[in-house]
C-alpha cells in the first residue's frame, strides 16, 4: 500500500499561534488527500476533503479560515491551524485515496495548543 | 439510524483464540469495504480491502461481506497480545463524482498473554 507521513508528529504551542501539519504521500501521487481529526477513544472525523490544485471541500462545522488546506502537489497536503486554541489541541491524521479507493493514513500529528 | 453500526467493545479473548469484529450498514450503495487496525496514538493501517460478497484471507486475517445482510466481518485467527488495538471498519461509495467514505466507531480488542 501507499506509504504516507506527516510532520511534525507532535507539535505545543502557545495559544493564538499557528501551526502547520504537512502530509506527504511518499509513492503514489494522491489526487485526493483527506484530513481528521480525532480525540482520545472516539472515531475519526473527517475535516476536509483536498484535491490537488483545488479549493478543499469541508465538512460541516469546520471552520475554513481556522482550517486552511492546502494541497498544492500530488504529493503534498499540508493544514494550517491558525490562531490555534486549547480546544484545538487533537490528535490530526491524512490520508490519501488509493488507486482502488481505499484510503491510506498518516501516523497521525498530535497537537496541544497550551 | 447510523450509517454504520460498530460494537466499541472492549473485546477481551485469550491468546490464541479466534476474534469476531463486525459492522451493519444501513446504505446499498456502499460498494467498498475496508478494515484498519489502530494502535493508541498512531494513524489507522489498512488491513483488508474487499468489493465483493463473499470471503477475502489474508494470512491469519478474513474478511467476509454479505451485501444483502449489509453485514461485514473481520475474523482473526490465532489471535496474538500485539492484535491488541481497535478496529475500525469503512465503507465507500460514488456521490456526486467523489467517494464518500464511512467509518465505524471501532472495537477496541485486548488480547490476553
Known amino acids: 500500500g501507499a506509504v504516507v507521513s506527516q510532520h511534525p508528529s507532535r507539535v505545543i504551542c502557545k495559544s493564538g499561534t499557528s501551526v502547520k501539519i504537512e502530509c506527504r504521500s511518499l509513492?503514489?501521487?494522491?489526487?485526493?488527500m483527506f484530513w481528521y481529526r480525532q480525540f482520545p477513544k472516539q472515531s475519526l472525523m473527517l475535516m476536509a476533503t483536498?484535491?490537488?490544485?483545488?479549493?478543499?471541500?469541508?465538512e460541516q462545522g469546520v471552520e475554513k479560515d481556522k482550517f486552511l488546506i492546502n494541497h498544492a502537489s500530488l504529493t503534498l497536503s499540508t493544514l494550517t491551524v491558525t490562531s490555534a486554541h486549547p480546544e484545538d489541541s487533537s490528535f490530526y491524521i491524512c490520508?490519501?485515496?488509493?488507486?482502488?479507493?481505499?484510503?491510506?493514513f498518516g501516523p497521525g500529528t498530535r497537537l496541544t495548543v497550551l | 439510524q447510523k450509517e454504520v453500526e460498530q460494537d466499541p467493545g472492549p473485546l477481551s479473548v485469550p491468546e490464541g483464540a479466534i476474534v469476531s469484529l463486525n459492522c451493519t450498514y444501513s446504505?446499498?450503495?456502499?460498494?467498498?469495504f475496508m478494515w484498519y487496525r489502530q494502535y493508541s496514538r498512531k494513524g489507522p493501517e489498512l488491513l483488508m480491502y474487499?468489493?465483493?460478497?463473499g470471503n477475502k484471507e489474508d494470512g491469519r486475517f478474513t474478511a467476509q461481506v454479505d451485501k444483502s445482510s449489509k453485514y461485514i466481518s473481520l475474523f482473526i485467527r490465532d489471535s496474538q497480545p500485539s492484535d491488541s488495538a481497535t478496529y475500525l471498519c469503512?465503507?465507500?461509495?460514488?456521490?456526486?463524482?467523489?467517494?464518500?467514505?464511512?467509518f465505524g466507531t471501532g472495537t477496541r480488542l485486548k488480547v490476553l498473554a
Open positions: 483536498s484535491n490537488e490544485g483545488s479549493k478543499a471541500t469541508y
Open positions: 509513492d503514489f501521487q494522491a489526487t485526493t
Open positions: 474487499t468489493y465483493s460478497s
Open positions: 446504505n446499498s450503495a456502499f460498494q467498498y
Open positions: 490520508s490519501l485515496q488509493g488507486p482502488y479507493n481505499e484510503q491510506f
Open positions: 469503512a465503507m465507500s461509495a460514488l456521490g456526486s463524482g467523489t467517494y464518500k467514505y464511512i
